[in-house]
């Protein structure tokens, strides 16, 4: 067998708050904000809905296209930097939510890097049969953590979900290699802050990491499945920055319109912006049957993931 997505989904709150808007709240500009990131607007969760709600949804969402219900769920894995609660986990608060049997569930702090750190655990459950059918969701409402006072960072980022089921599959294809790994020594360049617990990031540090790890880890993963880069297929980088996500575009030298591209849209949503640019690309028919995909993501910590996963049942 093999192991890979059995249903994806996603869930992005309709409040939008556009480039024009930010001119309102921070010293910035449309034209600025566009070339330097390639965002244009991005979602804001309301005060009465959480991260846990987002997770939700996007749940609901994800079961729906895989056809199944939360009481076939063996496992239930969230990744997320901004809880509700420090604890009861998001995934636990999920497990009541959905009616899902009591079922083991934890969440995961990888930042923007916690998908791929999901679905790559939930990949060694069902590999060793361990469990079944496993949800693992990206979830942020990365609002409630923004600095809206700093103009570098709070045109960066929106709120939303992303979910998958994990399960098994033909054995030529899901996920066929995978890297994970991590360089606490770059934690200080994208954390949160104690005193004020809100989100810093030293801009310059990061991208100059993210714009080498990124096309670095897509090249290994595709390699290690026994590929070369020319038979990748779609990319689904994190939706970080427009620049960092043509970096490893061009190292994989995919065309344009081969890589998703929802940071226009939701700007970067941290741990869901994979899931989210995924689920997207599956329901609007740009990602096939037998595609070869390359997930890839960077996040706080330093952390980073990538796949190589042969799309299809």
């Known amino acids: 067998m093999g192991v890979g997505l059995l249903g994806t989904g996603h869930y992005v709150p ?10 309102k709240i921070v010293d910035t500009s449309d034209e600025w904000i566009r070339t330097r990131t390639g965002i244009e607007e991005r979602r804001l969760a309301e005060d009465d809905v959480d991260t846990s ?4 949804y996007a749940a609901q969402n994800a079961l729906d296209e895989a056809g199944m219900t939360a009481e076939e769920l063996d496992m239930i894995l969230v990744a997320t ?29 990888a930042a923007c890097a916690g998908f791929m750190y999901g679905i790559i655990t ?34 960066l980022f929106g709120d939303g979900a992303g979910a998958a089921i994990v399960g098994e599959v033909s054995a030529e294809r899901g996920i066929l290699s995978f890297e994970l790994g991590s360089d606490g020594s770059g934690g200080k360049y994208l954390k949160q802050e104690r005193e004020t617990e809100t ?68 700007g970067n949503n941290s741990s869901a912006s994979i899931p989210i640019a995924l689920s997207e690309a599956v329901k609007s028919g740009k990602i096939k049957d037998d595609d070869l995909l390359v997930l890839v993501g960077f996040g706080g910590g ?12």
């Open 14 to 23: 309709p409040k939008v708050l556009t480039n024009k808007d930010m001119e």
């Open 53 to 56: 709600d987002m997770a939700y």
């Open 81 to 109: 930097v901004t809880p509700d609660t420090p604890f009861p986990s998001v995934s636990c608060m999920l497990q009541e939510r959905l009616g899902a049997r009591k079922v083991p569930a934890m969440d995961i702090s």
């Open 122 to 155: 939930a990949k060694q459950f069902v590999e060793t049969n361990a469990y079944k059918n496993i949800l693992v969701i990206g979830t942020e409402k990365l609002s409630k953590i923004t600095d809206w006072s700093d103009r570098n960072t709070c045109v």
């Open 199 to 266: 989100l810093f990031m030293n801009g310059r540090e990061v991208f100059k990491f993210a714009v080498r790890q990124m096309p670095d880890s897509s090249e290994k993963v595709v390699e290690e499945a026994g590929y070369n880069k020319e038979d990748v297929d779609y990319l689904i980088p994190h939706q970080a920055n427009i620049r960092i996500m043509e970096a490893a575009r061009e190292r994989l030298g995919i065309a344009p319109d081969k890589m998703a591209d929802s940071i226009k849209k939701y």
């Open 302 to 313: 330093l952390t980073w993931g990538a796949v190589a996963l042969r799309w299809g049942l």
